[in-house]
C-alpha cells in the first residue's frame, strides 16, 4: 500500500511541464504561504486521524479484556489495584468504586448504611465516566476543526488568487501576469478540499466509534453499580447475622443481665482503606 502510495505521489508531484510543482512556481508569496499552511494541516489531520483510530482500538481491546477477567472475579470490592498501574477506562471504574467502598468498610450492618455506601459508589463512578469521557474525545476537536478550517483556508487562497487575477487585468495584460493570480486560487482550493475531504471521512468513522465506547462505558459502569450493591447487601448481611450471634453469646455468658435490656455492641474495628491510583497516576 505504502509503495503504491509512493508512486502515485510521485507522478503527482512529477517536475514536468505541468506537473504539480509547475502549479506551485507560478503562485506568488501570499498563495505559497496559504498552500504551505494547507500541507502542514494535511499532515496533522492524517497524524491525527491515525493515532486516534489506534487509541480508540487500544482501549476497546482492553476494556473487553478486563470484562471478561471481572466475569471470572469472585468478589469486585475485594480486588486490588497497586499504585502507579496504568489503568484502563473500565479498572478506572472498578478502582474509583472498590475507593468508594473502602471508606464503608466494616460499617455496614443495616440497609441505611448500604444505600449510604452505594450513593458514594455511584457518585465516584459517574465521575470516573465523565473523566474517561474526556480521555475518549481527545484529539477529536482537532479533526473538527480541520474539517471546518480546511476549506475557510482554500478559500482565502481562492479569493486572494482572483484578487490578484483582476489586479493584473489591463488592456495588455499578458499569460504571465494573470498565471500566478489563478495557479494561487486553484492550487489553494485543491489543497482546502484535500485537508477537509479526509478528515471529513475520518472525523465521521472516529466519531461514530467514540459513541459506541461511551454507550459501553455507561452500560458498564450500570452493571457495576447493580454488582457492587449485591455484593454490599450480602456484606451487610453476613454482618448483621454475626452481629447477632456476638449478642448471643454475650448473653449466654452473662446471664444476670435482663433479657429485655440490649448489650452493649462490640466496636468492630474498620480497616484502612486501601491506597488506589487516580486517574492522574494511572496516565
Not at 471504574?93 to 464503608?104: C, D, I, K, N, Y
Not at 455506601?117 to 479533526?143: F, I, P, S
Not at 452493649?264 to 492522574?280: F, R
Amino acid at each position: 500500500m505504502k509503495p503504491m502510495l509512493s508512486s502515485v505521489l510521485m507522478i503527482v508531484l512529477a517536475d514536468s511541464a505541468k506537473g504539480a510543482f509547475w502549479y506551485f512556481q507560478q503562485m506568488d508569496t501570499a498563495g505559497m504561504a496559504v498552500a504551505g499552511v494547507l500541507l502542514v494541516c494535511s499532515f496533522i489531520g492524517w497524524g491525527a486521524m491515525i493515532g486516534k483510530w489506534s487509541d480508540v482500538q487500544e482501549l476497546r481491546r482492553r476494556n473487553h479484556a478486563f470484562e471478561r477477567r471481572l466475569r471470572d472475579e469472585p468478589s469486585v470490592v475485594a480486588l486490588n489495584f497497586p499504585r502507579g498501574s496504568n489503568l484502563g477506562p473500565y479498572e478506572f471504574l472498578v478502582a474509583e468504586a472498590v475507593s468508594a467502598v473502602q471508606r464503608h468498610k466494616g460499617r455496614l450492618v443495616r440497609q441505611s448504611d448500604v444505600t449510604l455506601c452505594m450513593g458514594h459508589v455511584e457518585n465516584a463512578v459517574q465521575r470516573g465516566v465523565a473523566r474517561t469521557m474526556v480521555k475518549y474525545e481527545d484529539k477529536m476537536v482537532l479533526l473538527s476543526s480541520l474539517v471546518s478550517g480546511g476549506p475557510f483556508l482554500g478559500l482565502l487562497g481562492t479569493v486572494w488568487g482572483v484578487m490578484v487575477t483582476f489586479g493584473a487585468l489591463t488592456e495588455k495584460a499578458s499569460i504571465a501576469q494573470l498565471a500566478p493570480g489563478v495557479c494561487g486560487a486553484l492550487v489553494t482550493t485543491t489543497l482546502g478540499l484535500l485537508v477537509a475531504i479526509p478528515a471529513t471521512f475520518g472525523y465521521n468513522y472516529l466519531l461514530t466509534q467514540v459513541k459506541i465506547m461511551t454507550t459501553e462505558l455507561e452500560n458498564f459502569a450500570s452493571s457495576l453499580a447493580d454488582r457492587v450493591e449485591l455484593e454490599l447487601e450480602g456484606e451487610a448481611r453476613r454482618n448483621f447475622e454475626a452481629a447477632q450471634e456476638r449478642e448471643r453469646l454475650l448473653r449466654a455468658a452473662a446471664p444476670s443481665v435482663p433479657a429485655g435490656v440490649p448489650l452493649a455492641p462490640v466496636p468492630v474495628a474498620a480497616e484502612p482503606p486501601a491506597a488506589l491510583p487516580g486517574w492522574e497516576d494511572a496516565q
